[in-house]
């Protein structure tokens, strides 16, 4: 009884219901304006000034970040496996950090 219910729903999804419904959908968007991203004249200079400063303030913090992840497992060697433990814990998440700044741009234009 079950596969009877489940062939008339699919012929009704094919025949005339569900993807006729998205094929006009599609038709009907095809109509809609998508004009690309443009920033107004004058503001590409400074907003990609802007943009270049934030991605090196990202990236000398992750050198930080590093450092102090390494001086932290460094100094907990010694009688603090917890301080070393936090220390390399928090390596995964400045290299994670890192790698969304890089892939930041493509992640945005898949959008645009």
Do not use: E, Y
């Not at 062939?7 to 569900?18: E, F, L, N, Y």
């Amino acid at each position: 009884m079950s596969a009877i219910f489940i062939h008339a729903v699919a012929v009704h999804a094919i025949a005339g219901g569900h993807f006729t419904a998205v094929r006009a959908w599609h038709q009907a968007a095809m109509g809609v304006p998508n004009p690309p991203a443009q920033l107004p004249k004058g503001l590409a200079g400074p907003i990609n000034t802007i943009l270049g400063w934030g991605k090196g303030i990202v990236l000398a913090s992750g050198v930080a970040g590093l450092l102090i992840c390494g001086g932290k497992m460094t100094i907990g060697h010694r009688n603090r496996a917890t301080f070393a433990a936090d220390g390399a814990t928090g390596i995964p998440w400045v290299l994670a950090g890192l790698s969304l700044v890089a892939v930041s741009a493509g992640i945005v234009g898949v959008f645009l």
